[in-house]
């Protein structure tokens, strides 16, 4: 958990595995968490972004793309693939924005799921070739990663290794590492 007290919605989010695969998200919180990803910024607003949601007839199929690892996302009764293009995005001096452009929208997607009472996992383990024949996405798009959406349920539905992941301390490595100052690699005075 964060040490300096940040926004409710950042300290209570985490990649949760145990959904009640008996509640439905309603169709007024999938409008909510869409419209949030839409409200993302992006580079010249080009927001190149692009999801497939899915809750019926594709989800079933979406559940075979599934990496043996990620198997506790077939209990969520929503999955939505984040799909880009490289083209969709900027590309500034040699720099390609689609993949930032689609990350911001995914977490502010996934804050509003937050806010919503529901988990928003992402996830990048899963069979993206096989995923975009099931969803008909065209070849030249990618699918950077799964949202698993859900209500939280029991941890029950989880085996042992799952389990000890959802019961582990969300950790993240120190500001000394990744935050410098005033020049690459300087600490904070
Ligand atoms: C691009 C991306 C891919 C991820 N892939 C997986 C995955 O395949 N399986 C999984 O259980 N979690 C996956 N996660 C969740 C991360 O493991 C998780 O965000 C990280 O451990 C930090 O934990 P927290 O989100 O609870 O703070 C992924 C997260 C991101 C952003």
Not at 120 to 138: C, Q, R, S, V
Request: net charge neutral.
């Amino acid at each position: 958990m964060p040490e300096i007290p940040v926004h409710r919605l950042i300290s209570a989010r985490r990649s949760a595995r145990a959904f009640d695969p008996r509640r439905p998200v309603e169709d007024e919180k999938i409008s909510a968490i869409l419209e949030a990803a839409r409200w993302a910024p992006s580079c010249a607003n080009r927001q190149s972004w692009r999801y497939v949601v899915c809750r019926g007839s594709s989800l079933a199929a979406l559940r075979d793309c599934l990496n043996p690892g990620n198997y506790w996302a077939v209990h969520a009764p929503l999955i939505a693939a984040a799909v880009t293009r490289s083209d969709l995005g900027c590309r500034i001096t040699g720099r390609d924005y689609a993949g930032l452009d689609l990350g911001l929208s995914m977490e502010s997607l996934i804050l509003q799921c937050v806010a919503e009472g529901l988990i928003g996992h992402p996830i990048a383990g899963f069979d993206e070739e096989k995923a975009k024949t099931a969803l008909a996405i065209p070849s030249d798009h990618r699918i950077f990663a799964l949202i698993i959406v859900g209500y939280p349920g029991s941890e029950d539905i989880l085996d042992e290794t799952a389990l000890a992941k959802e019961k582990a301390p969300r950790t993240r490595l120190p500001p000394e590492e990744t935050v410098f100052w005033e020049g690459w690699g300087k600490p904070r005075t």
